[in-house]
Each structure stands twice: as C-alpha cells, then as structure tokens.
C-alpha cells in the first residue's frame, strides 16, 4: 500500500495524474482505506487506548497506595501478574499476537518481580544479577513465545547486566586496564555476537525476520567500534591491531552482505557515516595542525560535503536499484 | 519498470485516471535514514564553515548589520544552487551548509543588534522573535529542499512558541499549528502539485506540535520555569481553552474526513463518529495531547501515511508517560481520570463493534 502510494503521488506531481483524480486513483490502487474499514480501524484503535488507560490507571492506583500496603499484598499482585500473562497465553493460543505480547508483559513483570525481591529482603545481590537472572528466567518463555520483541528485550537485559557489572567490579573477562576502553569492548563483542547470530537465525526463523532489531544491534556495534577506531588513530590507545582489523572487517563485510545478500539501504548509510566519520576524524587529527586555521576550516567543509555528496549518490544508487 | 508498477499503471488508465505514458522509474522519495545522514554531515560541515567565517571574516561577526547581510547573501547563494541543481548531491550540500551557516549568522546579527545595548526588554525579545519566527517560515515556504523546509518548519514552530509565552499567551501556539497542520494534511491530494512544498512543511509543524503538548502536560512545571527562570508573565490564558480550541479543530478534521468518505453527520455512523470525538476533546482538557495525538492517527490512516499515523501513535504513547511525571494532579486523581476515561472508549469501542460487526458479517455471507 505504502509502494502505491509513493507511485501514485509520482505520477501525480508529473502530471500523468490529474490532480482532481488522485484522491479516486488512491482509493482504486487500495493505498486509502475504504469506508467499511474505518469502523473496523476506530474500534480497534478506541479497543487499544481503553485498555491501555486502564491498565495504566490500575498501575497508578497501586503506586499511590503502594506504601500502604503489606509486602505479601505486594507480592501477591505481582505473581499474579505474572500468573495472569501465562494464562492469558495458554487460553488465547500460541500463534495470537495478543498471545505473544501477554508473554512479553508478563516477562517485564518478572523482572518487576525480582527487583522488588532484592528490595524487600535486601539479599545484598549487585545489581547486575536482578538483570542477569531476569534475562535468563524469561528465556524459556522467549523459546515458547517465538517473538522477535522479547528476544530483543532478554538482549537489552544481558547488555545492562554486563556494564553494570563491569562498573562494579572494574574488569571482565581480563579486560579492565582502561576502563575507558573497555566498556565499548564490552558493548562491541555482546552487540556484535547476537548481531551476527540475529541475521543467521533469521534465515532459518522467519519470525525473526524484523529488520528494526538487526538494525539496532548494528547501531549498537558499529558505533563503539568506530569510537575506538578513531581514538585508536587520534590517541593511539587500545588494541589498535585489533581494532583496526575489526573496523575494516565490519565495513567491508557490512557493505558487500548488505548490499548484495541481504539488501538494506539502513545498514549500507549507517556504514557510510561510520567512514565519513572515521576519515573526518583523520584528516582533522592528522592535516588539521599542520595547516593555516582558514585553510584548515575551509577545507573540512568542502571535504564533509564531498564525502556527504558522495554517499549520497551512492546511496541513492542502490535505492533504485533495490526498488526496480 | 517492474510488474507491480505495469500492472498498478494499467489498473489505473482502464479507469481513464492517468494520461500519456507512464512516468520514467527513477528513485522515489530517498529514505529518511538517508536524508538524515546527510543531514547530520551538512550541520557538521556548516559548523567549520562559520568556524572558516569567524576566522577570515572576523570583522563580521563585530558588526551586527554585516552579520545579517552576510547571512541573507548566503542563504539567497544557497537558494540558487537549490534551484540551479537538484541532481548534484554535491551542490544539495554546499547548498545546505550554506543556508545553514547563513541562518546562524542572521540569528546571531539579530540578537545582537538587538541587545547590543546592554538592555534587555521583554518588548524587544518578543519582537526579535516574531522576526525569526518570520524569517523561518518564510525560509519554510521558499527554500526549494526537503530537509531545509523540514527544518525551518520546526524552527518555526518552535520559535511561535516562545513567541507567543513571552506574550503571555501560553500554549496557545498549539491551536495554531495545529490549524495548518491539519489544513495540509486533509488537503494532500487535493493540493498534490505543491506536495514537495507541504509534506516536509507538514512533518516539520508536526514534530513542533507534539513537543509543545508534551510541554502542557507539565504545564504547572512549565509556569514556574516560565515565571521563574524566564520571568515571564503570568498567563491570561489557561491552558485548557487552548485544549478546546484544538477539541474544535479535531471535530473539523472528523467532519472533512466524513465527508470525504460520504458518510452524512446525521446518519447513525456520522453523529457516532461526532460523539466519541467531542468524548475525547472532553478528556483531553485533562489528559493533554490525546486529542492531538488521536487526530495525528486518524490523519495518517486516512491518507495512508504511515510516518503521521506513527506519530501519532508515539506522541500518545509519550503524553501518557510524561502524564505519570506531571505534578498537576495525585496518582490517585490520574488513575480515577484514566479510568473513567478508559471505561468510555471501551464501551464506544465495544458498541461500534456490534454496531458494524453484524453489516460486515451479512455483506461477507452475501
């Protein structure tokens, strides 16, 4: 629907449409809804919003009278929070959607769960471990639930287990020596690993064929490693061997996968501004103290928009030819 | 030419809806991910570009009349490379870090020309911000470039805000905007040649429109920092006349989207319709943001323009976790008004769901 739209509008503003008739040409390509789906559309939205408020409202409900309350009610209305999502996904049937966000609410009230555990009883745990056990607990049910969101979700908690406990205890897995560092390591290596692992699964589980998660664990990995990448250039700090390998094998895999075998435009313009960034940063470190301030100046400009320029029409370049 | 558009192109002329060939295929609409990143590189590089001006020019920025004149020259510079080529992105950048170098330039003549004295009056800040507010809708309106309306719509948008609180006339803005959003936005078609002029113009007042009703969510912390902070005026206007204002707006978008789809306000789906609008801008003078948020949705799904209906959808989304934060109100009184207000679009949702379900069912056995 979306495509057609685009298409009409195009034909429209080249006038091979008249502009009294793309209103009736939109409607006759579908783009448009007709009128007997607007019922349809508004109850369900009406549907939605209703029970968004009132979930919404039983949660600022118990948070208002949340201190009056005795721990085992407390308790209480979270396991059988937790308890009413199992249910309401053994009832409604595995393959609903409403089914599968059941499962992903009652996963973010486990972890509710757990954090008012550690809370209550004061255990003395670190806090790495409520994301660390709340990660792993809801596993079986990311297994069961085969959605892409909830995978997502035990993802972000195991990232947020690793920093938390890399900022408690100061080194993982013998790195440590520059915490600096060694934070975007941590991120790197996690990011990168479920990344990879994401876009392999993916072909075989076409449930996780969802092109915002791998985007966003990209984004997760590419933007430390081109971090280091030029603070390894510009400081000369870190594992440059290393780093460099890494970057160059990123970029160069990143563009030959993304353009030819899995086509996505996303992944090739983040790679793009990751080297813009990374050859910017050269030439400001390296050229920038050598030369007259003016030149200096003018000469970024013209060579960011160059670069930019580039890209672009480069981008632009395989947009057509992904579309066509 | 593909399958999808030979077929879609043959569809259409069998109904005498198209004329002459069918347009050459050339890439449509760029991504915005792409237009972002170019964009992201364009701020960059007008960033050295002032640095180059501070540098070599530097008797330009002393005086606050160059300074505005040097900006106009490069935004009139850039304006000629936007309409001179637009198939060279190289020309497209230079052109926007031209413009955006320009701009801050202007900005900077102005505030300086205006405050040069040391003296600071609310009547000389109002005024120097209805000139920017100008200045960028006029740049909105002329400048020949997608990201650049975008942009200098939301400058806009923005800068009517600031406008229009230091003129006591808190979030009155609102109503305003959301006027001419919903003016473009049910006019798409029908105003399809200037398209590449409205939708970017559009998007920008959108994004503009939904920071300001964020904002009248923490209206009591909004008047403090506007009293305190800002030494702002006490507001003549409360903020819920303007919620009202916009209430009028969204029965005004129902009844065009009504009647586009020639459905009569007397008949039982017309005054329904009509009915769990007026429901909502009833709960939006309490809840700011749902009556904006709903129409930005049924907007979007009535054009079939999926970045509006997300919009829309996430605005909601965030009105509702900026409400948990608003110190307006107890935890209990939210909870009783979302209740209340959840209980109503249930029970509408429920009755329209009987309501057609039976019509549907019959036309499905037919």
Known sequence: MDFQRKLILHWACQGAIKQSDTQEALNISGALPQAHQWPLFLATLLLWLGALAVTISILFFFAFNWNDMSRFTKFGLLEAGVFGCAALYWFIGSEHF???????????????????????????????????YWGLLIIPWALLARFATLW????????????????????LLGLGDRPDEDVFWIALLFNGTCWLAWEAASTKFTWLNERWAPRLLAIATAAPLTAMFIMVIIESIGFPVLTVILYLAMITLGFTVYQKRIPDLFMLAGFCLSVIST??????????????????????TIFLISMAAFAANWLKKMHQEQSS | MSLQQAMLWQKLHDKNLTSGDMPINKALDTPWYVQLMVGLVAWWSAFFFLGLIASALHFILDNNAFAILFGIMLIAIAYRLFLQNQVSTFRYQFALALSLAGQGLFIFGLFDFAFSHGHRGDNQLITVLWVLFVFESMLAWIMPSMIHRFGSALAAGLTLSFTLAYAQLYFMHAAILFTVIATIWLNEFNWVKHRERLIPIGYGLTIALIYQEVMASFYHTFIHIMKNWLKMEQSWLPYWVAELLIGGIMLWVVWQLLQRNNVSTRSQTGILALFASTVVIVLSTQAPGLAVGLSLIILGYANGARMLLSLGIVSLLFYISSYYYSLDMSLLEKAQILAVFGSILLLISWVMSKKFQPKQENTHAA
């Open chain 1, 279 to 300: 050859i910017a940063s050269v030439v400001i470190a390296e050229v920038l103290e050598h030369v007259d301030e003016i030149i200096g100046f003018l000469g970024m």
């Open chain 1, 152 to 171: 997502f979700l035990i993802i972000v908690l195991i990232n947020t287990a690793l920093q938390l406990y890399f900022e408690a205890y100061g080194q």
């Open chain 1, 98 to 132: 409403l089914s599968k966000l059941a499962l992903t609410i009652g996963s973010i009230l486990v972890g509710v769960l757990l954090a008012f555990y550690g809370q209550t009883y004061q255990t003395g745990a670190d806090p790495w471990q409520l994301f660390a």
